[in-house]
């Protein structure tokens, strides 16, 4: 089985790609690089031992992706690629609507001309509106607050439109909040610029590459007064991949829509704490406000992907921190190291 990955040399997408030649599917990735290395492709070998074929390719060309397509015959297309910060998405709305709205179409085309008949499509909680503090679930109202949510949306909204007239199977994956890397310390997030996300930042200031975190607010309706979130490992993001893949080739014309998350909330203390015990590194915080937008909890009910792809998280904080810090630890200047 072929399996086309876009935006696979990505954080998730290169993960994934590791259990995708695990699991003995044959890999093809597409990615511009626009938010990720080439030298991801040798690590994925030194990994797996196998080495993925790969187009340096903007998803956004549909002549080019055309030919990929024609030439390679996929079995199934797990889409990841997108451009993926919230607060970029706010200043430059129009770049993230062409990347990943005007990108999922093409998608879509080369997989309509070419009869693919099987997509896993990467969205995210970001789609949901602001919640009560309860875990979501999937049916919760879809009200995303920044245009990168949105584009999220669209996305979801163009895949199931296009899937339902084409006869195509699909699993839309709504991450909540990835982290984590592989056990080799080969492969992971890897920002470009000051990360946006919190453990990202923690390992950076734990590295000495940045001096100081700040928590935006501890006066959440939480335990701590820190916000709460679900984080999941991207190892167990890379196999709810596995089982929604397997779930399409074994099913013609799937359908599904699920969240992916562990169902357990850590504050951001939580997680500083989780990070302090694990490395035995003390972070540099200080308290600043609020962000315009952020919430208490944020939460996965994760009984559909339970119920319908046999999946849950097998990594705890511990495990989660451990592997962020071995990551950093030796790869301190992300793929440049
Ligand atoms: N990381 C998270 O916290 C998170 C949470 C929820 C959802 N997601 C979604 O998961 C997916 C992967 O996220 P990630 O964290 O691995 O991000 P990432 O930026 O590490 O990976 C995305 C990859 O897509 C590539 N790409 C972007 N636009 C492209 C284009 N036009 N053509 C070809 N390649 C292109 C980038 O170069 C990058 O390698 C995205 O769709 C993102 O929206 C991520």
């Known amino acids: 089985m072929k399996v ?6 990505g954080y998730i997408g290169s993960h994934t790609c590791v259990e995708l030649l695990n699991n003995n599917f044959d890999v093809a990735i597409i990615d511009n690089l626009s938010n ?42 797990i889409h990841f690629a997108a ?43 970001a789609v949901y509106g602001i919640n009560s503090g309860k875990a979501i679930k999937e049916n919760a109202a879809l009200l995303p607050h920044n245009p990168y949510g949105r584009t999220k ?33 080969l492969i992971g997030e890897n920002p470009l610029g000051e990360p946006s996300n919190l453990m990202p930042y923690i390992s950076q200031v734990a590295s000495g590459r940045l001096k100081k975190l700040n928590v935006f607010g501890n006066d959440y309706n939480t335990h701590d007064g820190t916000g709460v979130r679900d984080y999941i490992h991207v190892m167990d993001l890379a196999l709810g991949h596995i089982n929604a893949l397997k779930k399409l080739l074994d099913i013609p014309e799937y359908k599904l829509i699920c969240n992916i998350g562990s169902g357990h909330g850590y504050s951001v203390l939580d997680m500083i704490k989780s990070f302090e015990s694990v490395t035995g ?51 301190p200047k992300g793929f440049l190291s």
């Open 281 to 331: 590194i003390k972070i540099n915080f200080g308290y600043a406000k609020r962000r315009a937008g952020d919430i208490d909890i944020c939460l996965a009910d994760t009984e559909l992907a339970q119920k319908e792809l046999g999946w849950k998280t097998s990594y705890n904080i511990n495990d989660m921190c451990a592997d962020e810090w071995n990551w950093q630890k030796l790869n």
């Open 83 to 125: 451009l993926k910060s919230i607060s970029e998405s706010v200043s430059e709305p129009l770049k993230y609507y062409t990347n990943n709205v005007f990108g999922t179409v093409n998608v879509c085309e080369a997989i309509k001309r070419n009869g693919v008949k099987n997509i896993v499509l990467s969205s995210s909680a």
């Open 4 to 9: 086309l990955v876009t935006g696979g040399t």
């Open 36 to 77: 990720s290395s080439i030298e991801v492709i040798s690590r994925i070998y030194k990994i797996t031992g196998k080495k993925p074929i790969f187009y340096n390719t903007d998803i956004c060309n549909l002549n080019e992706l055309n030919c990929i397509f024609d030439k390679e015959k996929f079995d199934a297309v």
């Open 153 to 185: 949306l669209i996305q979801e909204q163009i895949i199931t439109d296009f899937a339902n007239t084409n006869k195509i199977g699909y699993v839309i994956l709504r991450y909540f909040n990835p982290i984590g890397a592989h056990k080799s310390g």
